[in-house]
């Protein structure tokens, strides 16, 4: 699913004149069947770019259009958006209130469809995407680890099969083995089951390993945006603007400035350390 963002201005309120846009003359277009990070300081405009994309808010000028659906425009249907747009917040686990994961899961799916047919079999069937299991049906959400409470959360987002999974700092919160299994998650989505996904996230790390293009945010406006590999390589300019950069490039980018050595493309930490590696031994051999 598509998302088209075409001269978008949005202003928190519309009576203060001089106040601060959040967001300013934003255009851009992120393709479908990708993963999307947008990145930027704090205060940069990315939670505004969410709250649009969700449908949350609507823009003071401009327009917003997620695959068929033109959000600038009143009286589209809600209900069928909300199917096809998913939305997982922040710590999405602080917001169970259901007693068994099974109920958690199934409780959007009641809410949006009166006729519940083969809930249970939907139920599992989404389980199984974010790699959990029936013995997981009857467990209390509040009584699993962290990792598990979040992808209890991503399923019960799945469960209406949405076609753009929209995802707030999902890792925040994680240790490292949950993180690298969401990031597993993730990749699966979009390659198995043609899912759109957009990440809002200071966690670049994460993001240079799994997104396909990056969009970059400062003061409310797009001050870059291209695949990782074009936006990421340009370290002086996302120091400039404030962004994060991932410890990967920045780590490739010192080796290079010290020796001349250019390490390329290095998808995590694992394959920098063997291209390190496999230049001392290629140094050593050389000077046998």
Same mark, same amino acid.
């Given at each position: 699913?598509?998302?088209?963002?075409?001269?978008?201005?949005?202003?928190?309120? #519309?009576?203060?004149?001089?106040?601060?846009?959040?967001?300013?003359?934003?255009?851009?277009?992120?393709?479908?069947?990708?993963?999307?990070?947008?990145?930027?300081?704090? @205060?940069? @405009? &990315?939670?505004? %770019?969410?709250?649009?994309?969700?449908?949350?808010? +609507?823009?003071?000028?401009?327009?917003?259009?997620?695959?068929?659906?033109?959000?600038?425009?009143?009286?589209?249907?809600? *209900?069928?958006? =909300?199917?096809?747009?998913?939305?997982?917040?922040?710590?999405?686990?602080?917001?169970?209130?259901?007693?068994?994961?099974?109920?958690?899961?199934?409780?959007?799916? &009641?809410?949006?469809?009166?006729?519940?047919?083969? !809930?249970?079999?939907?139920?599992?069937?989404?389980?199984?995407?974010?790699? /959990?299991?029936?013995?997981? #049906?009857?467990?209390?959400?509040?009584?699993?680890?962290?990792?598990? +409470? =979040? =992808?209890?959360?991503?399923?019960?987002?799945?469960?209406?099969?949405? +076609? /753009?999974?929209?995802?707030?700092?999902?890792? !925040? @919160? /994680?240790?490292?083995?949950? &993180?690298?299994?969401? %990031?597993? #998650?993730? +990749?699966? /989505?979009?390659?198995?089951?043609?899912?759109?996904? $957009?990440?809002?996230?200071?966690?670049?790390?994460?993001?240079?390993?799994?997104?396909? *293009?990056? $969009?970059?945010?400062?003061?409310?406006?797009?001050?870059?945006?291209?695949?990782?590999?074009?936006?990421?390589?340009?370290?002086?300019?996302?120091?400039? *603007?404030?962004?994060?950069?991932?410890? !990967?490039?920045?780590?490739?980018?010192? !080796?290079?400035?010290?020796?001349?050595?250019? #390490?390329?493309?290095?998808?995590?930490?694992?394959?920098?350390?063997?291209?390190?590696?496999?230049?001392?031994?290629?140094?050593?051999?050389?000077?046998?």
């Amino acid at each position: 699913m598509e998302v088209i963002f075409r001269d978008v201005t949005y202003k928190y309120n #519309l009576n203060e004149p001089n106040e601060k846009k959040a967001l300013e003359d934003v255009s851009v277009c992120l393709d479908s069947n990708l993963i999307h990070g947008i990145i930027g300081p704090i @205060g940069s @405009g &990315k939670s505004t %770019m969410l709250e649009l994309m969700n449908g949350i808010t +609507k823009p003071t000028n401009g327009e917003v259009v997620i695959g068929k659906y033109d959000l600038h425009k009143s009286g589209f249907d809600f *209900n069928k958006f =909300r199917y096809d747009v998913g939305l997982v917040y922040q710590f999405p686990e602080k917001q169970f209130f259901c007693n068994t994961v099974a109920e958690e899961v199934s409780f959007a799916q &009641k809410v949006f469809d009166k006729k519940n047919k083969n !809930i249970k079999n939907r139920v599992i069937k989404v389980l199984k995407m974010v790699g /959990l299991d029936e013995s997981y #049906l009857k467990r209390s959400p509040f009584s699993l680890d962290g990792g598990e +409470k =979040r =992808r209890v959360a991503i399923a019960s987002v799945l469960i209406s099969n949405p +076609k /753009l999974l929209i995802m707030d700092e999902p890792t !925040i @919160g /994680l240790d490292y083995k949950s &993180k690298k299994r969401l %990031m597993g #998650l993730l +990749k699966t /989505l979009k390659t198995r089951y043609s899912k759109t996904i $957009v990440i809002v996230t200071h966690d670049v790390d994460m993001l240079y390993e799994i997104v396909d *293009n990056v $969009v970059v945010l400062n003061n409310g406006k797009i001050v870059k945006e291209g695949n990782k590999l074009s936006v990421f390589s340009d370290v002086d300019y996302l120091d400039k *603007n404030n962004t994060p950069v991932p410890s !990967i490039v920045r780590v490739s980018k010192m !080796i290079y400035d010290k020796t001349g050595i250019d #390490l390329g493309y290095q998808p995590n930490i694992n394959h920098l350390v063997k291209a390190i590696n496999d230049i001392k031994e290629n140094m050593v051999i050389q000077n046998e």
